[in-house]
């Protein structure tokens, strides 16, 4: 399925996850439909993906079950094994260590949600994940969830080793009712926080997961990449070009802007030539404009211009303007003040 540019959306194993996780701690379907408009059908047999603000109204109805959300959410992070994250989730296993696992869950990430969410955090002390400033996966008890079913899991990959330290949870949401969680063994949290992170001891990162298995995790890399590229986007070239508008990836390369996009160079230039235009020539058009729009500012002279389009001076920005155009930069404006 083709994904629409910016949907966020909830893959089908979670839709069934969520399910069963109700059946077994007694929450009637009924609750957890209501207000959404969909049928017991929308459990029984999922489609591929909902949109997320469905399933965010479904966690918060599953969550209002419970005595406590703090009870809720401990319930539902622990629910939350590997084996949920399909692909991923024998990515991760399969990885040799938490090192190597941290660059798989962030790549692959989108296969689950269709967006790209989790970047990478490494300091002199920590690794671990973050979720960047402008995801926000379901409900705000469910984005907490998510990142203690992290701590879980790795948790129960290293559980044969002599751990020291502990990981750290960091989570922007007021502390939740009167759960004592610094009562969780090996994990701290620190509520009102400006990130959604979660991170361990640098000296984790090469502790040996016991299931290590590099077979799987090829396997479960491919199956990976084969997903992202049907999340593709099928507006591509305006992807591309709302990168490329940008002037601070103005140098962005073809390898580059394919990770962006999450996926291999090579399909980036196979899909390109589909379109018959090549990544020199949408650089090219991202510049022009970029270039026509201060061309409106009057107050910036083409040396201006120029210096922010990465020209070498104002003459090499004129030819090239008046190459795609056939009007110098000069010209341009002057019919701009016309019309």
Request: aromatic content about 8%; charged content about 20%.
């Amino acid at each position: 399925m083709k994904r629409v540019k910016n949907e966020a959306v909830v893959t089908r194993d979670y839709i069934l996850h969520l399910r069963d996780f109700c059946l077994t701690n007694g929450i009637p379907t009924k609750t957890l439909l209501q207000g959404s408009g969909h049928t017991v059908a929308l459990l029984l047999d999922p489609p591929e993906s909902i949109p997320q603000e469905t399933f965010t109204l479904m966690s918060e109805n599953m969550f209002s079950t419970f005595d406590s959300v703090s009870q809720g959410v401990l319930a539902y992070a622990k629910s939350l094994v590997l084996s949920c994250h399909g692909p991923l989730g024998m990515a991760i296993q399969g990885a040799q260590n938490l090192t190597q696992a941290l660059p798989i869950a962030q790549r692959y990430f989108a296969v689950r949600t269709h967006r790209q969410g989790l970047v990478l955090v490494e300091d002199d002390n920590h690794i671990g994940l973050a979720f960047s400033p402008d995801f926000t996966v379901a409900s705000n008890a469910t984005q907490l969830a998510l990142l203690l079913s992290f701590a879980f899991i790795l948790q129960d990959l290293l559980k044969e080793e002599n751990l020291t330290g502990q990981m750290q949870v960091d989570t922007s949401l007021a502390p939740l009712d009167d759960f004592q969680w610094d009562s969780l063994e090996g994990i701290n949290i620190n509520f009102s926080t400006q990130h959604e992170r979660i991170v361990a001891p640098k000296d984790w990162g090469e502790l040996q997961f016991p299931l290590s298995d590099p077979e799987l995790l090829l396997i479960a890399q491919r199956q990976c990449e084969k997903d992202l590229e049907q999340l593709y986007p099928s507006d591509l070239l305006q992807e591309i070009l709302s990168k490329l508008t940008n002037t601070a990836n103005d140098k962005m390369t073809l390898g580059e802007m394919a990770y962006q996009l999450h996926v291999s160079s090579s399909t980036l230039q196979r899909r390109l030539r589909e379109y018959g235009v090549t990544y020199k020539e949408l650089k090219a058009q991202a510049k022009l404009t970029e270039a026509k729009h201060l061309l409106r500012d009057h107050q910036l002279s083409l040396e201006n211009i120029s210096n922010t389009l990465g020209f070498c001076d104002a003459s090499a920005f004129t030819k090239s303007f008046k190459t795609y155009t056939g009007l110098t930069p000069s010209q341009y404006r002057k019919q701009l003040d016309l019309n």
